[in-house]
């Protein structure tokens, strides 16, 4: 299995919901991320997991919360969000060990917050 | 913070010609690596160069990296339709913790809309 998958793939929520995405890989695959893109922007670094524990956090609203609760599955759940908050959410993992490798993204999540 | 910049922003050409897009960043860097990513999908990884590298060649794809310019550039030879995309570089910054470093954060560049016209 060489695939990173996301779900949901499209999620619409109001401003007083509370949702969650989900990222799952099976490559063993030990760093996870979350991104944020905008439409015609790059990605955006959001949260950084090494070995299942938070290590990089790019100053993001606490509105986002990120959790791993194991070394397959990393999930992000979102509080009061704001309109703003509307884009593609990419999840990507990556080998450690290495020094230099490449990350593997999955197909993202479109959130639309209304 | 986004620390690449590429040029040109957007690209339009004729299948079967060559297409080049050029990346600049500002910080030492441990490699650079370039992604495709289709029409709001995930990223797709190309190639990665390492810092002390100057040219990989993969399929059609050929990298150069000048670090003394903090330069890299993309061609893709032959063009597909197949290839019409969004192509980012992005940076592993060089230095900061151990920590920082085994997380290996991706820095990426504004990207190069390329369109292949059949």
């Known amino acids: 299995d060489t695939e990173v998958t996301q779900t949901p793939k499209h999620l619409v929520m109001g401003m007083t919901n509370k949702k969650s995405l989900k990222c799952e890989q099976h490559m063993g695959h030990r760093a996870m991320y979350w991104y944020k893109q905008k439409a015609k922007k790059p990605p955006e670094l959001m949260f950084v997991?090494?070995?299942?524990?938070?290590?990089i956090n790019e100053s993001v609203p606490s509105r986002f919360s990120p959790e791993c609760p194991n070394s397959s599955l990393l999930n992000l759940h979102l509080h009061a969000l704001q309109p703003e908050d509307s884009a593609l959410y990419l999840c990507?993992?990556?080998?450690?060990?290495?020094?230099?490798?490449?990350?593997?993204f999955g197909p993202g999540t479109r959130l639309t917050v209304l | 913070s986004q620390q690449g910049e590429e040029d040109p922003q957007a690209l339009s050409i004729q299948e079967g010609e060559n297409a080049t897009m050029n990346c600049s960043y500002k910080t030492s860097i441990n490699n650079l690596q370039w992604y495709r990513q289709n029409s709001g999908r995930g990223l797709v990884h190309l190639i990665l160069i390492r810092s002390n590298e100057r040219e990989k060649h993969s399929g059609r794809l050929r990298v150069t990296l000048d670090t003394s310019k903090k330069s890299s550039s993309l061609l893709i030879t032959a063009s597909r339709a197949a290839d019409t995309a969004s192509y980012f570089c992005?940076?592993?910054?060089?230095?900061?913790?151990?920590?920082?470093?085994?997380?290996?954060?991706?820095?990426f560049g504004q990207g190069t809309r390329l369109t292949i016209n059949p």
């Open positions: 990507a993992s990556r080998l450690t060990g290495s020094s230099y490798n490449e990350q593997f």
């Open positions: 997991y090494s070995y299942e524990k938070l290590s």
């Open positions: 992005a940076t592993v910054p060089g230095g900061g913790s151990p920590r920082i470093q085994g997380a290996q954060k991706l820095v």
